[in-house]
């Protein structure tokens, strides 16, 4: 039986699910649908060539791991794949799902299944669409700033190219993010020699950008009457001070046992972790000698008897003299 951490109750067999015939097989796999934070996603209206993809997110909220057996798609415009295949016990993973802007043009839409085979059979529906621009192309298909420091500012060139009318106009520049500017050359646009009127685009990401990763867009707003905003995504990662590779889940464990595993802590520059600390007494962890870029923190968990799920967050603490503190958490399940 498939036990939720809220203990939620599934169908015990398949001969129940018989029973009950098609509703009851859509109930009994709700409860996978019911680990995705969102299930659809539009892409809206994109320009041919454009790096275009999205992450559907979910989270194993289960007691057993879990699975992905297989990720099909119903149309070839957009290619899905998954994040990783054995998720345990409160891990995250990602079915990402790529739209195709190369080989396709127009509107289009894709049913991606995700076919869970463990710890119960189960297929989950996703659903992407978009509108693909043949007569507008970005070099290059995406603006990517990479990895940055904190208060690091950097800027990328985009050259947008228009096979139409001359008339054709850019008239304004869109995004919900007010740490990306925008400017053009002083002599967009201009005409090719095939006729295409071309735009030279500065997209800056300012030093006030917070820590995390950028997974935004900024929208081209042209002088047509219709499809008249064009979406160019924006990505890159803003390093935290303090960069925490945590420990694997430990997934399942039984009572009684202990596992062992190690946090990985690192800045740009030297420094002493001064304390390690977890309120749960089941784990052992203390802070390592030294001052360094990199610290190794071994961490102990001992299962005890008590059953169930559990996740702890664990508080490392620096000299770093900002931003000197960072947590990671250590999750799983026991049983019997």
């Keep these: 039986m498939l036990s939720l951490i809220r203990r939620v109750a599934l169908p015990l067999s398949l001969g129940c699910i018989a029973v009950?015939?098609?509703?009851?097989?859509?109930?009994?796999?709700?409860?996978?649908?019911?680990?995705?934070?969102?299930?659809?996603?539009?892409f809206g209206i994109v320009?041919?060539?454009?790096?275009?993809?999205?992450?559907?997110?979910?989270?194993?909220?289960?007691?057993?791991?879990?699975?992905?057996?297989?990720?099909?798609?119903?149309?070839?415009?957009?290619?899905?794949?998954?994040?990783?295949?054995d998720v345990k016990t409160?891990?995250?993973?990602?079915?990402?799902?790529?739209?195709?802007?190369?080989?396709?043009?127009g509107y289009k839409s894709a049913v991606i299944t995700v076919v869970i085979d463990r710890p119960s059979y189960a297929e989950v529906q996703l659903q992407v669409e978009g509108n693909i621009?043949?007569?507008?192309?970005?070099?290059?298909?995406?603006?990517?700033?990479?990895?940055?420091?904190?208060?690091?500012?950097?800027?990328?060139?985009?050259?947008?190219?228009?096979?139409?009318?001359?008339?054709?106009?850019?008239?304004?520049?869109?995004?919900?993010?007010?740490?990306?500017?925008?400017s053009f050359a002083a002599n967009s646009p201009t005409r090719t020699?095939?006729?295409?009127?071309?735009?030279?685009?500065?997209?800056r990401l300012k030093d006030t950008t917070p820590v995390g990763d950028l997974n935004d867009q900024i929208i081209l707003k042209t002088n047509e009457s219709q499809y008249n905003l064009v979406a160019i995504?924006?990505?890159?990662?803003?390093l935290p001070p303090l960069e925490v590779t945590p420990p694997n889940a430990i997934g399942t464990m039984k009572t009684g046992t202990t596992w062992t595993g190690r946090i990985v802590v690192k800045a740009k520059e030297p420094f002493t972790v001064t304390n390690v600390d977890c309120e749960d007494s089941r784990i052992a962890v203390s802070a390592p000698e030294g001052k360094k870029v990199l610290h190794v923190i071994p961490i102990k968990?001992?299962?005890?008897?008590?059953?169930?799920?559990?996740?702890?967050?664990?508080?490392?603490?620096?000299?770093l003299p900002k931003d000197g503190v960072t947590h990671t958490s250590l999750m799983g399940n026991i049983v019997e």
Excluded at 66 to 83: K, Y
Excluded at 96 to 104: L, V, Y
Excluded at 135 to 161: C, M, N, Y
Excluded at 233 to 238: D, L, M
């Design 20 to 42: 009950v015939c098609t509703a009851g097989s859509a109930a009994a796999q709700k409860w996978a649908a019911e680990m995705f934070a969102d299930s659809k996603h539009d």
């Design 47 to 85: 320009p041919r060539g454009a790096k275009t993809e999205y992450r559907f997110e979910f989270t194993n909220k289960y007691e057993q791991p879990l699975h992905i057996a297989d990720v099909r798609t119903s149309c070839g415009c957009t290619s899905p794949r998954f994040e990783k295949a």
């Design 90 to 105: 409160y891990e995250k993973s990602a079915i990402i799902c790529e739209f195709n802007t190369r080989a396709f043009v």
């Design 133 to 182: 621009r043949s007569d507008i192309v970005t070099e290059p298909g995406e603006i990517q700033f990479g990895a940055l420091q904190p208060g690091q500012e950097k800027s990328q060139t985009v050259r947008i190219s228009y096979a139409g009318r001359n008339a054709w106009e850019i008239k304004d520049v869109l995004s919900e993010n007010s740490n990306l500017g925008v």
């Design 193 to 203: 020699r095939d006729g295409r009127v071309e735009y030279i685009m500065n997209v």
């Design 233 to 238: 995504p924006v990505r890159g990662r803003v």
């Design 301 to 319: 968990f001992a299962a005890g008897d008590k059953v169930g799920a559990f996740r702890q967050k664990i508080t490392i603490k620096t000299d």
